[in-house]
């Protein structure tokens, strides 16, 4: 048996990174967040007032910003920036506003992608995002694209708010999603888009148990072939 690389990708409120995350500690992998590393600079970015358009200063902000990855005891991996750990503050409605636009920009995506290739080398990760088959691992033994109709991942995305006591409109929220899914997709630099060989799972009407059970089964498959 030998360990290999997983990458989930999907738009946002398909259920990618709670599917990664339990699918990264069935296996016992090491969970690549990489949507919080874009989110984490676009929270600097706003902290220093700088502009989702100004790829120059961004650039900058990012060329300072130290990213590490901490196992906790419970298997979950906390990301940390600049040796902080950054939770919620970088889920807030003002980061969400903002995060394709920052994420789109070339520069920003090739120097992304070189940190997180470089995670990946050890193999035994999970990474999810938009462009993790397609631009970031596209050597990866096992690709998934997940999907789910808007109202389904409107629903969710609302409900996770709530949860995390985050001021949510459900109506606000579906139109949101619909305006990051055209940006993600129509992005000049790795759009969002399915791997040829990645393995379609639609969870509109799956539970994540189920879907968490299919991708572990496939990935162990994997791990058996010669």
């Known amino acids: 048996m030998h360990k290999i690389n997983i990458a ?8 990618k990174s709670t599917v990664a995350k339990k699918v990264a ?35 900058q902000i990012l060329e300072e910003m130290e990213i590490t990855l901490e196992q906790q005891s419970d298997g979950e991996v906390q990301v940390l920036v600049n040796g902080e750990r950054l939770g919620e503050e970088i889920r807030t409605q003002a980061v969400t506003a903002k995060v394709s636009e920052v994420s789109a920009h070339r520069k920003i995506r090739e120097e992304m992608v070189a940190r997180q290739q470089q995670l990946a080398k050890q193999k035994g990760v999970v990474l999810d995002g938009r462009d993790i088959g397609t631009y970031v691992l596209p050597g990866a033994e096992l690709k998934i694209y997940m999907d789910a109709s808007v109202e389904e991942r409107a629903k969710r995305r609302h409900l996770e708010n709530i949860a995390n006591q985050r001021h949510s409109d459900i109506t606000t929220t579906k139109e949101e999603l619909k305006r990051r899914d055209g940006l993600d997709r129509q992005r000049e630099t790795a759009p969002l888009r ?6 379609l799972i639609d969870t509109t009407n799956v539970t994540i148990e189920e879907v968490v059970a299919r991708i572990c089964r496939i990935a162990r498959e994997k791990e058996n072939e010669d």
């Not at 989930?8 to 259920?15: E, L, Y």
């Not at 992998?29 to 100004?54: C, H, K, N, P, W």
Request: zero cysteines; proline letters at 2%.
């Open 8 to 15: 989930i990708d999907g738009p946002a409120g398909s259920g």
């Open 25 to 59: 500690n069935e296996l016992s992998y090491l969970y690549i967040d990489t949507g919080a590393m874009y989110r984490s600079l676009t929270f600097l970015s706003l902290q220093a007032q700088v502009s989702e358009q100004d790829e120059q200063s961004l650039i």
């Open 194 to 199: 399915q791997a040829e060989d990645a393995v």
